[in-house]
């Protein structure tokens, strides 16, 4: 069976950005805001951290329970991880997750600052340099078979899509404009020379965009 590389429930504004600028600790999207991003996947039945019983059904809560299907390793950059820049001064960070992070696969984290993997519960990080084509070697060989996920941020995303690396795309486009911050396009035709694409509206407001390599 073919190992695909997948991008699944990344969230765009529609203007294309999929973060806001000045990321801090406390704001891991910077001036974006997650809870008008994701709501959409957080109204749905399958979302993860729900307490209460409800949430809708339909494409929505599909794509967030098809979210962890066949996947055995997961690429993100380091700004996915965390908003600190430069070498690593605080081994004792360890992500914004706590003990148990939604991964529950090997973790492979681009930074040009190297530090000791760690594992927390049934993930472990990997720090690691390198091109995306190598990068994706070590998360394939950790896979064991089965699918990666590019996780994000948006540079990553990108760095991902200009190697032409990435077999399958889900970008939910939220019905908010940030003005500025870290682009993943700017319109999704970019992408139709490599890729055909549905287009989905949802009843939640987000639109879909479905793309499979040509």
Same mark, same amino acid.
């Given at each position: ?163 032409? *690396?990435? =077999?399958?795309? %889900? $970008?939910? !486009?939220? @019905?908010?404009?940030? &003005?500025?911050?870290?682009? +993943? ?5 970019? *992408?139709? =020379?490599?890729? %055909? $694409?549905? !287009?989905? @509206?949802?009843?939640? &407001?987000?639109?879909?965009? +479905?793309?499979?390599?040509?």
């Amino acid at each position: 069976m073919t190992q695909l590389v997948k991008v699944q429930n990344f969230v765009v504004s529609r203007d294309g950005f999929g973060a806001g600028e000045d990321q801090t600790l406390d704001r891991p999207f910077g001036h974006a805001d997650p809870g008008t991003m994701f709501a959409w996947a957080g109204a749905t039945a399958s979302w993860p951290n729900r307490t209460e019983p409800g949430g809708s059904r339909g494409l929505d809560d599909y794509l967030t329970r098809d979210f962890a299907h066949n996947i055995g390793a997961e690429i993100m950059g380091a700004h996915k991880f965390s908003p600190h820049r430069g070498p690593w001064e605080d081994h004792e960070w360890q992500g914004w997750w706590g003990d148990e992070p939604p991964f529950h696969t090997p973790v492979f984290v681009l930074t040009h600052h190297e530090r000791p993997s760690f594992t927390l519960s049934d993930t472990t990080f990997h720090f690691v340099s390198g091109e995306p084509a190598d990068v994706l070697r070590l998360a394939k060989e950790a896979a064991q078979g089965k699918d990666v996920r590019i996780g994000g941020g948006a540079t990553t995303v990108r760095a991902f899509l200009d190697a032409d *690396l990435i =077999d399958t795309l %889900h $970008v939910a !486009v939220a @019905p908010v404009d940030l &003005g500025h911050g870290v682009a +993943l396009w700017k319109s999704p035709d970019e *992408l139709l =020379d490599r890729f %055909h $694409v549905d !287009v989905v @509206p949802s009843s939640s &407001g987000v639109t879909h965009h +479905l793309f499979w390599r040509r």
